[in-house]
């Protein structure tokens, strides 16, 4: 009987050890938990992570792992429910393009959780969250943009990630993972319905497939069976959530390189299909100083992608503000910059932007629909009241791995982003352990 697609995964799950890992991998691992970390924290005093936070309070857990938000400590499904959380609210996660997903959120909240809770090594936590990119990843990319119109790939892939993950901590066997992979799947679900009210959905994806990773791993150790073709069988998760899936990239190389030296860094807290439009927009404003005043259309051309999921967010919140391409080229042109403070509540009523809203229209690009998802492109142009147009095109953005964040420029996000909720001798203390995070003994003794 062939082998499956969660045997194979499985096999590579357990054959992997961190003297396996190339330092470039490790590196990228690390880098990976410093700007999950980030955002994590800058998120803990949200509307969506405070509920979050009470709702696993009044449930209760034993304390076993770390409740960012406030330091207590619950059991590792909640904890892994709550960071998930918290590390999504702010717009500022990594991407991942090919997978269309954000890989940190809903697996780095279910690795920490569960190797705090198992007093793991700092090599083993590592290993276990670049295992957990891998597969999350893989799925992703065999999944393809057609599951991306309707499903989240960051809440159904990430189960995926955070299950293998989780798993790998626990020290599973072969069956065992495969189960794990397989209640993973039947669990994997998230919709974009949300977009059009600018709910607080966004924030339960990566929050139920960190916690459902870490449960679909605990059951599995108990001998709870699942699926063992839950990617490619006739009613598993491909054939359900996809259109044109290709089940060959699940698997094609896996073992000779690692997908999480692909992962990209967000240097705007928006949505990233605004931020190729966003550069271009500051690339304009930094070369020739334009004044609101002065412009009298803005054409932004991006990727068709990026509009079929943006093109109907309306402006009714500060977080659906995120999603809105227009609020987001009119902040960059007015303030030079779209961080957290871009989406305040008085910015959706601020005259200035509110002025030049009306001027800026949106059009696909057809051009780059070929280039999606592996390049995100976009072209702004801005027309003047005396006649003069200036045009940028703008590929591959500030933080993409080909047009990387230093270490240092990553320290710097992670003190803007937690700054608000830690001291700087407390935030440079945090960098400077996760920069030695494979010395560590016991990940429970980490905060």
């Not at 994806?205 to 599995?220: C, R």
Request: with cysteine.
């Amino acid at each position: 009987m062939p082998e499956s697609v969660s045997e194979r995964l499985a096999r590579f799950v357990i054959g992997t050890d961190f003297s396996s890992l190339p330092p470039e991998v490790v590196e990228a691992a690390k880098r990976c938990f410093l700007d999950w970390l980030g955002s994590a924290i800058a998120g803990s005093g949200e509307p969506p992570t405070r509920i979050m936070l009470e709702v696993a309070k009044e449930l209760g857990g034993k304390p076993e792992a770390t409740l960012i938000p406030d330091g207590s400590r619950s059991s590792p499904f909640l904890a892994a429910l709550v960071n998930a959380a918290s590390s999504h609210t702010v717009e500022m996660d990594d991407l991942h393009q090919t997978s269309i997903l954000h890989p940190g959120a809903p697996i780095i909240p279910a690795v920490l959780a569960m190797a705090e809770r198992e007093g793991s090594s700092g090599e083993e936590f590592l290993t276990a969250l670049v295992v957990g990119y891998e597969v999350a990843t893989r799925a992703g990319e065999a999944a393809g943009p057609s599951h991306y119109e309707f499903w989240h790939t960051t809440a159904t892939c990430g189960t995926f990630g955070a299950a293998a993950a989780a798993g790998k901590l626990l020290g599973l066997g072969h069956e065992q993972l495969v189960s794990a992979l397989g209640s993973a799947g039947t669990q994997a679900a998230g919709l974009w319905e949300f977009l059009k009210d600018g709910a607080m959905s966004k924030q339960l994806h990566p929050a139920k497939a960190a916690a459902d990773g870490v449960l679909s791993a605990l059951l599995a150790r108990r001998g709870f069976t699942a699926a063992r073709e839950i990617f490619e069988g006739e009613r598993g998760f491909l054939r359900a959530t996809s259109k044109a899936f290709d089940l060959e990239k699940l698997t094609k190389g896996l073992g000779e390189g690692f997908k999480i030296t692909e992962t990209s860094f967000k240097v705007h807290a928006a949505c990233y299909h605004t931020h190729s439009s966003i550069d271009a927009a500051l690339a304009l404003q930094k070369e020739h100083a334009l004044s609101p005043d002065r412009i009298t259309k803005i054409l932004v051309r991006p990727y068709p992608a990026a509009l079929d999921l943006l093109e109907k967010v309306e402006l009714s919140s500060p977080y659906a503000a995120k999603f809105h391409l227009p609020f987001c080229i009119a902040t960059a042109l007015i303030y030079g910059e779209v961080g957290l403070e871009a989406f305040a509540p008085e910015r959706l009523e601020d005259p200035t932007i509110l002025k030049l809203l009306p001027k800026i229209e949106v059009r696909r690009e057809e051009a780059f629909a070929g280039s999606y998802p592996e390049r995100w492109p976009s072209i702004v142009e801005v027309i003047l009241e005396d006649g003069k147009t200036y045009e940028v095109m703008v590929e591959y953005v500030k933080g993409d791995f080909r047009n990387p964040l230093t270490w240092e420029e990553l320290a710097a996000k992670f003190h803007r982003l937690a700054g608000r909720s830690y001291p700087e001798e407390r935030r440079a203390e945090l960098i400077e352990r996760i920069g030695r995070l494979e010395q560590l003994t016991n990940m429970a003794a980490f905060f």
